[in-house]
């Protein structure tokens, strides 16, 4: 696997495998690895040539407040897992190469950024949507991987290669789950035994409105939200939203039907902030 640090030799890489008519995809990550980031790559895999995984931490995504200082960083581990895992390149570059000392450029995708995480973390998105336009740009790939337990990065993302005209199809990889359920997170290693414990209120109710739903057909949405207030609060959580939403739009559904997303976001402790979502109609 080759480690790439610069943007110029990353390009000339992407550039020569394409001359060669190999298809190449990336999977953008910020390191911490775990099974979800390693099914990503798998997907990847499936879906090219050449499998280019990114690792950087990005600092426009992460507020003032947030954990950016202290955002695990694990290189060792992370390269070796990205190399076992059958990924071509490893392409890690120095905040300095991405973000100059003039840098001023922001990519907003608007109306998708502005609800849900993108009202609990302002600016969030337009530093996510900013990286990703930029590893686009250095990586050139026909495919890229994205997991859907960050749902609303997906569709803005899936937006933002529209709206830009990218030749990059866009792939929404499944949410990868411990075995009682908890969505795999790098924030996970945060969580005390506790903490641990409370963190599964998000699948709890996930299943509850499922199960409601299988169960007597036809549910209101305001009482899925209300259940799932009850389950986050009864676990000591701090629910920050919880809302049903289109799958394609984000826009809030009336009532439910096969295309809605019941999306969440709850703070566990003080600080650690966990988010989980689940189609309701599979
Ligand atoms: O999902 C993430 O890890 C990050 O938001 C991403 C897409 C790598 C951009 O920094």
Redesign the pocket.
């Known amino acids: 696997m080759k480690i790439v640090r610069s943007s110029k030799e990353m390009y000339g890489l992407s550039g020569r495998w394409k001359k060669t008519g190999q298809i190449i995809s990336l999977v953008?990550?910020?390191g911490c690895l775990h099974e979800g980031h390693l099914s990503l790559i798998h997907n990847a895999r499936n879906a090219s040539d050449r499998v280019i995984v990114?690792l950087?931490?990005?600092p426009m995504?992460f507020s003032q407040n947030e954990d950016f200082d202290s955002y695990p960083n694990q290189f060792k581990r992370d390269s070796e897992l990205i190399e076992n895992s059958g990924a071509d390149a490893l392409f890690c570059p120095p905040v300095e190469e991405m973000y100059s000392e003039t840098f001023q450029t922001r990519i907003t995708v608007s109306k998708l950024s502005r609800g849900m995480c993108g009202k609990d973390r302002p600016g969030h998105f337009d530093?996510?949507a900013t990286?990703?336009t930029k590893?686009f740009n250095v990586t050139d790939p026909d495919v890229a991987v994205?997991?859907q337990k960050?749902f609303q990065?997906l569709v803005i993302?899936r937006q933002l290669a529209e709206d830009l005209s990218y030749n990059i199809k866009i792939i929404g990889a499944p949410i990868v789950r411990e075995k009682d359920g908890l969505a795999m997170s790098?924030r996970n290693i945060y969580l005390d035994p506790e903490g641990r414990k409370c963190a599964l209120c998000l699948y709890e109710a996930i299943q509850a409105s499922k199960n409601m739903l299988r169960t007597l057909g036809e549910v209101a949405v305001e009482t899925l939200l209300e259940n799932t207030k009850k389950i986050v609060g009864r676990a000591g959580a701090k629910l920050e939203y919880a809302v049903i939403v289109n799958e394609f739009t984000l826009v809030p559904d009336d009532y439910i039907n096969n295309h809605s997303i019941l999306a969440l976001a709850v703070k566990v402790g003080d600080s650690v902030r966990l988010i989980d979502n689940s189609k309701l109609i599979a």
């Open positions: 953008p990550t910020m990114s950087f931490v990005n995504q530093g996510v990286v990703v590893l994205f997991g960050d990065q993302i790098s």
